[in-house]
């Protein structure tokens, strides 16, 4: 197997902007096909934020999407009739019980590709625009912090596929914003919503006037990140990540555990005696 290269990525422009040190900014790179995804593509994206999790020279990631009609519009409903979801998929020679271990294996190939952006050790910034529909939703919530342009048209559309959101949006969205009322009718009725229903409820942290503007303000929100301690911050978003998903307690004995290693750093007294002298620290790469 051909070693994995930032180069050899194929539907992600991957970019390293000399003025936001340690930032690297990922564009979903189908433009006129709305970056649509289709198998390869979310393939592609797993190995790309494998990659990026373990590189040292990366502290922060902004994605967001090319083109200036939309984040991504999700799946690409016609690839996918042709493969997966097809009728000769569907009534092949297998019995129902073998095609399901097949469609299982299959999704829960897809949700680990999702699941990569959470399981990055890098924070990870989405800044959306324009239609930002399905699969938009599931890969956003993945992310540590979503901003989005003022066009920004969101929608969980899956049931208008006759599907219910099998790829994170069901078991993230209502983490995310706390609302599971809110959830459910986005849900249920695949309506469209946008950017300032989106930031009332939680699912953004800030609204721009434009693509431009969203794309902006992640990359400096990235770059503020980056300069701080890479030993904190990926400590933070661990430990942020599992106490969402356990109880006050275990996330006080995880945090005792993490940071008796943690606190071993010479990042600390880096960081206080900059404080003390009021100058920049600076950090060792992790």
Request: proline residues 3%; charged residues 20%.
């Amino acid at each position: 197997m051909a070693q994995f290269t930032y180069e050899s990525v194929k539907y992600f422009s991957v970019r390293f902007p000399a003025e936001y040190q340690y930032v690297a900014h990922v564009e979903i790179n189908r433009p006129d096909k709305m970056n649509a995804f289709f198998e390869a593509m979310w393939i592609e994206m797993g190995q790309l934020f494998d990659q990026l999790s373990q590189d040292p020279s990366v502290r922060a990631i902004v994605l967001s999407g090319a083109g200036d009609k939309a984040f991504t519009t999700g799946l690409d409903v016609t690839a996918a009739s042709e493969g997966l979801l097809s009728d000769e998929s569907n009534n092949g020679p297998l019995d129902p019980a073998r095609k399901a271990v097949h469609f299982r294996r299959h999704i829960a190939s897809f949700q680990d590709c999702i699941t990569a952006v959470e399981r990055c050790e890098k924070p990870v910034i989405v800044a959306m625009h324009g239609f930002s529909l399905g699969l938009a939703v599931d890969l956003s919530t993945a992310a540590d912090v979503r901003v989005c342009a003022r066009d920004t048209r969101f929608a969980v559309k899956e049931v208008d596929i006759g599907l219910a959101a099998d790829i994170g949006t069901l078991s993230r969205l209502p983490k995310a914003v706390g609302n599971f009322g809110w959830v459910k009718e986005v849900a249920l009725t695949a309506r469209i919503f946008g950017a300032e229903e989106a930031l009332r409820v939680g699912l953004v942290s800030s609204v721009y006037e434009s693509k431009a503007a969203a794309v902006q303000g992640a990359l400096a929100m990235g770059k503020l990140i980056a300069s701080k301690s890479p030993v904190a911050v990926q400590g933070t978003k661990e430990i942020l990540n599992y106490s969402r998903d356990h109880s006050v307690q275990d996330g006080l004995r995880y945090t005792a555990v993490w940071n008796s290693a943690a606190l071993q750093t010479k990042d600390i007294s880096a960081a206080l005696l900059s404080g003390l002298k009021k100058r920049t620290p600076t950090f060792e790469k992790l």
